[in-house]
Structures are given as structure tokens and as C-alpha cells.
């Protein structure tokens, strides 16, 4: 965004007569004006908020004597340090514990598209008969959809997490989510 504020700024002093409008929901407003002069207009639309928690779960190993997302599930845990658990590890616990605290959709941020594949795949041993695929339907009381959300997906399948939808949903995201879309439902992120 720098090399494009500056070819603007040359721009704009060139051409008086060029406005430029720039929108964006995460750009910082007041430097944007400062870098144009001080008769750059801030115009600002407050949009519709959903109500998020944010909760940061460190990657340790916590006996809170409650592991386990019932009798159906299978937990692998790897001890990278005393101490220490690993990430998915990390999720499957966070999930078990905002799951007994009530209703709600999760949305984790993962690195990447692998670190997505394998916890979807871990949630899906985890949950066991409770685990919904994408774009499927059950009866099982306590259902759980895991969706991916990444950049290189489908149209059709990122438009899947604004479906409507009878279960809980855990998305599994990369940064997309958190910079260019508003999943709607997610109250809790981690």
C-alpha cells in the first residue's frame, strides 16, 4: 500500500483536479489524511458490528481433568516441550472448552492452508459422529460443521460461511477472514 500512496501522492499534486476516493474498513484514517495534507476530508460510516470474543489460548498443558469431546472422540497429543502441547492439540482443547460453555461459532486463524487441512482433520477424529463436512446435513444432536476459509478456495465454497446454517460452525481461517470479510454468527475468535 506505501508504493501506491506514494504514486497518488505525485499524482494529486500534479493533477488538482483528480479526487481520489479510497475506502477500506482496516485502513489507518488519520495518517492516510497526514500523508495528503491537511485538507484531506475523512469521511468515516460506521458499518454493523457483531459482537466477538477474543480469547488467546496458550500452548501449554493445562490438566483441567475435562479433555475429550465425549465418548466418541480420540485426542492426540504431542508434547513438543515439558510443558508444551502442539497447536492442533491447542485447538482441540479450546473447542472442547467453549463447546461446554454454550452456543456459538469459533473461528481460528491458522498460518496456512496445511495447518487448516491437519486441524480439520483432527477435528474430525476429535468430534467423531458430532462432525458435519462441509455442505452436509445430520441428526446427531450437538453437530459441529468445520469449514475452511482460505484465499485460494472456490468462490462458491468461501460463500459457504455465509450460509445459513442448524449446526455450530468452527471455520478454519487464514487472515482473509480477519482482513477482508465478516463472518457472520462468530462470536468467539482464537
Known amino acids: 500500500m506505501t508504493l501506491s500512496w506514494a504514486i497518488l501522492q505525485r499524482l494529486v499534486v500534479k493533477r488538482p483536479d483528480l479526487l481520489v476516493i479510497i475506502t477500506s474498513?482496516?485502513?489507518d484514517s488519520e495518517r492516510f489524511a497526514t500523508a495528503f495534507g491537511p485538507?484531506?476530508?475523512i469521511i468515516?460510516?460506521?458499518?454493523?458490528?457483531y459482537p466477538v470474543e477474543v480469547r488467546y489460548r496458550p500452548l501449554v498443558d493445562i490438566d483441567d481433568g475435562e479433555s475429550g469431546a465425549g465418548d466418541d472422540s480420540e485426542e492426540t497429543s504431542v508434547i513438543t516441550e515439558p510443558g508444551e502441547i502442539d497447536?492442533?492439540?491447542g485447538i482441540l482443547?479450546?473447542?472442547d472448552e467453549l463447546c461446554r460453555e454454550g452456543p456459538g461459532d469459533i473461528l481460528v486463524f491458522l498460518a496456512g492452508e496445511r495447518d487448516i487441512r491437519d486441524t480439520a482433520?483432527?477435528?474430525?477424529?476429535h468430534l467423531g459422529r458430532r462432525y458435519v463436512a462441509p455442505g452436509q446435513r445430520t441428526s446427531v444432536p450437538g453437530a459441529v460443521e468445520v469449514l475452511p476459509l482460505y484465499s485460494r478456495l472456490s468462490e462458491t465454497e468461501q460463500k459457504r460461511?455465509?450460509?445459513p446454517h442448524p449446526y455450530r460452525r468452527i471455520v478454519l481461517a487464514t487472515n482473509v477472514a480477519e482482513t477482508s470479510l465478516t463472518v457472520p454468527g462468530h462470536n468467539l475468535r482464537g
Open 25 to 27: 474498513a482496516t485502513i
Open 87 to 89: 497447536q492442533v492439540t
Open 121 to 125: 482433520q483432527a477435528l474430525q477424529g
Open 161 to 163: 460461511v455465509f450460509a
Open 44 to 49: 468515516e460510516v460506521a458499518g454493523r458490528t
Open 39 to 41: 485538507d484531506t476530508p
Open 93 to 95: 482443547r479450546a473447542v
